[in-house]
């Protein structure tokens, strides 16, 4: 039997909260999902004025991230016709929903994922730091030190 | 043009906050969806032990509710094969989205339907009794008396 | 609660008169679509001899261009693989849905995004041709002068 | 964070051929799949002459039993259309990909689930037995007395 650790509901929140701040000083509302290790949602928030198609695509750059356990950003560069890497196409696995733009980071506990966040609105520049925000707002929080008091 | 009223987000972060008191106080780990007047989701929860299915099933009905304007549960006493109302088949309409089961309950204004919410995990009268405390959480907080101190 | 302004279906089909007879002009038979802010179909035209993909493109162009709040040939001279910009794969995104091809245009009142058109069966630049076309009916029609007159 | 268990490839390999055992002696060649908990598949095989739509219900069933923690069969039983309980059209949600045929079952470890078995291409009766079989092949070599010298 293995043993799996996953992101609960209390964290997922705290990760929405940080990115939504970044959001908030960019003032770019955006719509943030968090999926568990199985790329399962746990929270979604679309802020006021969050756009339509980024409830499903926050929710994809989540789970591929989660999944893949890698940035969505670190495949957008070497996702290129005939490259010897190989890799072009992924981006139409799983009937588009591997999602290669920037906004997809892994969370991660003593080197493993346990979960996944994906930001969508803005440009994938601020997708990502949106979504590094939720991923610092995690590590923050879940550091020994702080753990105890808050988690 | 037309001028629509919508849910906001932190109108659904209270109406979920309604329901998932009700799901704790029942001991049923619930997931819940809470969407706009055209049925895109605006905030998500799957408390620790929600069901994966019920990430779709939470969203599905509440999308129906919102979009049909009606609780989900209506739809499921009448959808009988050959009955004159003509109604059976629509559990099956738009791939499935169309959820006729139990526990999506649309959001009303001032006699408008502006959202909805879907709760998914339990029996189907558990899951009506949690989308109908995250109703009234609404009701109770946009009620004119509180709404200028609350919302 | 939020207020919303919506295209209603008046405009719609203003909308798609405009496009028509610029199609009628040009002798390209096209379908065309007209969507809300969220990307939900308001009306739809197919003149006759438009093409039968194009029921679909159209109203995958008009969801881009509601949703992402730009014109779709935007998104396709910069969805380039390997791009700095990061934007590649957009267009697989949503299974597809979110498409890049010119044809798509929002269509704003104030500054805010209240719907968008589509239209598809001809080249890229035709389809955006004859969308601007009904872009532009609506702006002359909404105008302050007129629109106490006509809507 | 939360610590979840889950079945390894050796218990969903043991849990099929406990499966395709009880397929062999029936004489029914059989598809038979086995997911996590989150109803991700784990394993997969199809018997020599298995039929090719049950690759896709065998993991219908195993992902409704893992995330329903509910044998299917059991809601074939109660999703009758106007019944009281409220139930029927259960067999539609997800796409249809909640399937409500006999076949299968939750796989549990001290009172969790922790997986789920999905057979099919047999009667339902034929699928339920030999997803039966591959849970007691788990249950009797996860017991304490063996686990430690077999798993």
Redesign the interface.
């Known amino acids: 039997?293995?043993?799996?650790?996953?992101?609960?509901?209390t964290?997922a929140?705290l990760i929405i909260e940080g990115a939504v701040q970044k959001a908030a000083k960019m003032g770019v509302p955006m719509c943030i999902s968090v999926v568990?290790e199985?790329g399962?949602?746990?929270?979604?928030?679309?802020?006021?004025g969050g756009?339509?198609?980024?409830?499903?695509?926050s929710q994809?750059k989540a789970f591929t991230a989660a999944s893949a356990r890698k940035a969505t950003?670190t495949?957008?560069?070497?996702?290129?016709?005939g490259d010897k890497n190989g890799l072009?196409g992924i981006?139409?696995a799983l009937?588009?929903?591997m999602?290669?733009?920037?906004g997809g980071l892994p969370i991660s506990?003593d080197g493993t994922v346990?979960g996944g966040i994906g930001v969508s609105s803005g440009?994938?520049?601020q997708d990502v730091e949106c979504a590094q925000a939720g991923v610092d707002m995690f590590n923050r929080l879940?550091s020994p030190a702080l753990s105890e008091h808050v988690?």
């Open positions: 039997m293995l043993t799996i650790n996953r992101l609960n509901l964290e929140k568990d199985s399962s949602l746990i929270a979604f928030e679309r802020m006021d756009k339509i198609h980024s409830v499903t695509l994809d950003h495949f957008n560069q070497v996702c290129i016709p072009f981006h139409t009937g588009g929903r999602c290669i733009i920037g506990h346990i440009s994938p520049k879940s988690l």
